[in-house]
Nanobody
C-alpha cells in the first residue's frame, strides 16, 4: 500500500555533509507530519527532526544549527540536510510519516527501512 524509501546515507568524514531523502509512494490521500529518527548501536531510537504539513519544524537540541529538515509535498518527499557532521551522529536514520491512505479514515504511522550514516573521525 504505502512505502517510504530512504536514500542518501553513506560514509563521510567529520565536518562533511550528507543529504538524506525519503520518498513516500502508494495509495496516499494526504501526509501529516514527517520525521527523521536515528538509532545508534546499543541505543534507543530517537527523534532527530520533524516537519508538519504546513512547514513548521523542530529539532533535537544536539543537531540544531547543523541539520535542516524540509519537504516537497508535491513529491511526498522529506529531506534531511546534515552539515558539520560529527562521529557521534553515526547511526541508522529512519524516515517516519503519518499518512492517510486513499481508503483510510485515519492517519497511520509508516516507517522506512533505514539508511546508514557513518561519520569517520
Amino acid at each position: 500500500q504505502v512505502q517510504l524509501v530512504e536514500s542518501g546515507g553513506g560514509l563521510v568524514q567529520a565536518g562533511g555533509s550528507l543529504r538524506l531523502s525519503c520518498a513516500a509512494s502508494g495509495s496516499i490521500f494526504s501526509i501529516s507530519a514527517m520525521n527523521w529518527y536515528r538509532q545508534a548501536p546499543g541505543k534507543q531510537r530517537e527523534l532527530v527532526a520533524g516537519i508538519t504539513s504546513g512547514g513548521s519544524t523542530g529539532y533535537t537540541d544536539s543537531v540544531k544549527g547543523r541539520f535542516s529538515i524540509s519537504r516537497d509535498n508535491a513529491k511526498s518527499t522529506v529531506y534531511l540536510q546534515m552539515n558539520s557532521l560529527k562521529p557521534e551522529v553515526t547511526a541508522v536514520y529512519y524516515c517516519n510519516a503519518d499518512i492517510r491512505t486513499g481508503t483510510g479514515r485515519y492517519y497511520k504511522a509508516y516507517w522506512g527501512q533505514g539508511t546508514q550514516v557513518t561519520v569517520s573521525s
